[in-house]
Nanobody, 124 residues
């Protein structure tokens, strides 16, 4: 089992940048694909970005494509979400999630392990 802890959230002005981190412990993180999700007040949780455990495959929601970048450092057991040109509609609690997967370039359709989330608030 893997434990996930998000950090890096906070208040940022529209057009600014923020970097979220997802630190893992408990198991070998390099065999886990990782995704970022977010949930705004009154809305369903939505997919933001994901990365394969090799780091060779990434996927993004259309709403963040070209603005957000997901990356990972398996030596540090950490996945990052670099958020640039943020908008007020990016305001949400951001969660990272992990799924053990045997194929290094694959991104799973579901994730078993979730962090507690970190709040991101973008002011206009």
């Amino acid at each position: 089992q893997v434990q996930l802890v998000e950090s890096g959230g906070g208040l940022v002005q529209a057009g600014g940048s923020l970097r979220l981190s997802c630190a893992a412990s408990g198991r070998t993180f390099s065999s886990y694909a990782v995704g970022w999700f977010r949930q705004a007040p009154g809305k369903d949780r939505e997919f933001v970005a994901a990365i394969s455990w090799s780091g060779g495959t990434t996927d993004y929601a259309d709403s963040v494509k070209g603005r957000f970048t997901i990356s990972r450092d398996n030596a540090k057991n950490t996945v990052y979400l670099q958020m640039n040109s943020v908008k007020p509609e990016d305001t949400a609690v951001y969660y990272c999630a992990a799924q053990r997967i045997t194929t290094p370039q694959a991104i799973p359709i579901s994730f078993d392990y979730w962090g507690q989330g970190t709040q991101v608030t973008v002011s206009s």
